[in-house]
């Protein structure tokens, strides 16, 4: 039969106009974790150390890092990770090839992961291993030597002698180490333990606050309020609520909760401490109900809808049966709009993990002394500043002394960072998954 | 021609007793003073054009206009010696006792047990072997235990309409009310599932009172024992339903059973 419709009228463009919007949307997502991944994954595999003779006659040794291509300003160029910082001031250094006479790989390049300073790079001279006082004398390429003691190395390897499975052995206890360790070196290299602890906790208190918060909101307005202009005000207010930037609300939590509140538990309860301030300063407590604040819209407007999608003949059948209005909401409405109310709370769980700005004005810190959660009484402290992935990210990037070499360290905090948020968002889809199927609904 | 305007029967022990019935909304008067009694024990079928009143007089019998923003009703209705109107009156309690099945079958979107048992949950019943023994008892009056019994912990949503509608009869037959009120309860159904739940109120109403809201004349003709004709908000005629159907005493009846309007 002939067709006797064109392809506008079928709706053909937009079909293709959807799926090439759908199309960009996934590039975009995968060039991002493949820029993630490619910088984060490879950066703790040992790498390979080379031996370059120049010909003034120097010698180094190092990770070459880069190999930047012929501009007109400058001839090529390589980056060579040197370490050494404390005895050559900088981690890098940029050597043109045409500089270079010889490059070899010598099997017995050291590369130590030392307490302080960065790696050492360079060669064993002398090893004492006398108990204790254990000592060890390294010496870089030109010879210049350094000694150090057992306490101060962290770890010792010759990345060129290694074979396949001990670097493989190396790169997971190093990868352990990122998931277990306290961080080093103003938290440019070491591990992620506090920072992971804080956001996890952060976000689960954040959780605890808003979603009753949200949801007996959302109930309120949807179920019990006569609708009218107030309702409707409201409603605008709490959508609107959703688009203010999260800075504000990081002003806001700093001026009611920490210098409000937080203040005013000190002047009563902890008056004998002051000045110096107990709850009247930045904490985890504060900061999750910042957050809570900036992610309850989210949640109220998602359980509003799911209430919404009931059909109102599941309502009056269970008024009828003789339920009271909250037997009603407890039996019926809740658990029907529950997988609803669980996609809001994804949502507002991904939004407040990855929030940065209110958290550095409501308690988090570049290096938090203790854990917001240990083993000492009441093993949850509220009060305490925390370290967050976000804010590692921003302050080992963009903060640290030395960003060249904390570029790894910014990527594998991303990757864990997303990694948590997939794990959390996981087992909410997982739990919300088991409750349409409970509920399944829609027939009615 | 010597027809009367109105003929309203009367009903001896009646179980609802209807009396100056006036329902409005807002300004508009949707019941314009209603007495009539209910009949205990058999069928009482509510016919009429659309928007004549019949479901919101069956809605006041439960109070589910209640739900309705705006609504004022003056008058009395009296379910044995209770005033139903009252506002004081525990709506719960009367809920318990005035069933209701729906134009749309509205199970709960939980399993066909559970459905049967809800308004007994809901009332505090727990004990275990009291509810089996209100679903089965529940699923038999309502003829569906044959065809549910093995799968009483499947999802109610797995049932066909037909099914589904029977369920929410043995819903409302668990909680055992006196008075079970019907809105167009077989409009969705096919002529087959039709055919099934007619012959249902056939077999209920030895136990319960029970008030259908109906556009098929001839379903009204074939199950009930009394029939009201309301025409915008007014009782038209009630009487026996053998009565109206071969004899009615007002012309509008006539004219609409005959179909000639409406």
Redesign the interface.
Known sequence: MKKTTNSLQRGEPFIWMGGAALALILLTVILMLGVVLANGAGAFWPARLSLLELKDGSRVLGEVTRRQAETPHSAERLQIRVGNRDMYGADFRWIETTAIKAESYPPDAVWAERMEHGPFIGFVKTETKSGAAAMIVLADASGREKTLTAGQVVRLYRPNAMSFQAKFGLYLARLWELLSGQPREANTEGGLLPAIIGTVMMVFLMSIFAFPLGVMTAVYLREYA?DGWAVRGVRIAVNNLAGIPSIVYGIFGLGFFVYGVGAGIDRLFFADKLPTPTWGTGGILWASLTLSLLTVPVVIVATEEALGAI?P??R?????????PL?TLT??LL??ASPGIMTGFILAMARAAGEVAPLMLTGVVKLAPSLPLDGSFPFVHLDRKFMHLGFHIYDVGFQSPNVEASRPMVFMTTLLLLAIVLVMSGTAVWLRNRMRKR?????? | MTKRETAICTVDDPVIRVDGLRLFYGESEALKGITMGIPRKQVTALIGPSGCGKSTLLRCF?R?ND?V?GVRITGGIRIDADEITDPALDV??L??RV??V?Q?S?????SIYENVV??L???GVSKRTALDEAVEKSLRGAGLWEEAKDRLHE?A?GLSGGQMQRL?IA??IA?NPEVILMDEPCSALDPRSTARVEELIGELRKDYSIVIVTHNMQQASRVSDYTAFLYVGELVEYAPTTELFTAPLVKQTEDYITGRFG
Request: proline share 8%; hydrophobic share 40%.
């Open positions: 006569k059909p003949g599941v009056q059948a269970s008024l009828a049966l003789g339920a009271t037997q039996r019926v658990p029907m509920y399944a609904g829609g027939a009615f | 439960n589910m739900l923003d719960i309690e809920r318990r069933g209701m729906f749309k509205n199970p709960f979107p939980k809800y308004g949950r809901i009332a999802s949503l929410c819903r409302a909680v």
